[in-house]
């Protein structure tokens, strides 16, 4: 099912591009900017069995990317420089934030080279728990079960689920399954406990992905040190906030900020919401984020920008750089906004 789903919104995007409708409802839906949202960036692993592709994409495509945008004439700006421009109403020339989310190490070992190339802005929000080395890549982990079981035991429901796994095909499907089941429980910690029962019981440990995949704080200090850099907020333990009670919540967001500006002597003044969909953080997170101080947070709700977000800044949509699209004509798809007017039915701003 996911394979038909990514094929069916690449067909749309193809569909887009080359009858050239993108072009014509740029004028209308293509905003002022948009902000990119990157995580992974580093060649791809071998193997066959790799659910979170979407969350990574390879180095040339990166670098395709800028190619891109420098050639269509948007400016790519930091944070700071997007927060002036809508608030300003500068609107004169069309621009890009990049942003990546969680802090991983393939971002100083890829991705900073071809920015510094570039010469290109960008921002890295930072989950603190992971140079930490207490953070909880639960999908990973999950995924590295579902890669070692050819049947996975679990309950559901109170009732005993068996799931069989042992060709690929499957356990992409069973993988679906159970990471929106995870997703669909209304309780992170449980949520968190499931994932490293499961891990516990199937020989796969739970903290590795974290030691394996994340920079420590020298790597991110090392990485902050570019003039390119600006370091946002991303909280404490990469939680779903809309899941936790308020005071919770704002903790997560003000001591992930707290813990940063102490670590590395930046200001910290931009926030992303971890998972940032419509489930993972809403119109209370957005409040908290303002009551905070943040002059700007950011979603993963899809979407460009428009003169309007100068009223929702702290509810900000952004562009998913996918790993299952790494073609650079998507760019241009994709900033002329049709595809997320389609998806948000013509509305500019969803911040409720």
Known sequence: ????????????????????????????????GAIFTLHHVRPRPKGSFQPNRLLEIEPRFLESVIVRLRRRGVDIVNQDEMHRRLVERDYSRHFVSLTFDDGYRDNLEYALPILERHQAPFTLFVATSFPDRLGELWWVALERVVAVAERIVIE????????????????YEVYAQLYWWLRSLGDEKKMRRIVRDLCRRYGVDFALPCREFCMTWPEIAAMAKSPLA???AHTINHVM????????????????????EAALGVRCEHLAFPVGDRGSAGPREFQLAA???????????????YPEHREHLTALPRVSLNGHFQAAR?????????????WNRFRRVDAA
């Not at 906030?241 to 940063?260: D, F, N, T």
């Not at 009551?291 to 709700?301: D, I, N, P, S, Y």
């Not at 998507?330 to 389609?342: I, Q």
């Open 1 to 32: 099912m996911p394979n038909l789903r990514n094929a069916a919104f690449r067909a749309g995007l193809e569909a887009l591009y080359f009858s050239g409708a993108h072009h014509a409802l740029r004028p209308l839906y293509g905003g002022v």
């Open 156 to 171: 559901i429901g109170g009732e005993e689920r068996f799931f069989y796994c042992e060709r690929t095909a499957k356990k």
């Open 230 to 232: 600006s370091i946002g």
């Open 241 to 260: 906030l809309a899941k936790l009670p308020a005071g919770e919540a704002r903790e997560e967001m003000k001591r992930s900020r707290e813990v940063i």
């Open 291 to 305: 009551e905070l101080g943040f002059k700007t947070a950011v979603t993963t709700r899809p979407g460009v920008l």
């Open 330 to 342: 998507f760019v241009d798809v994709f900033l002329s906004g049709a595809p997320f007017a389609l």
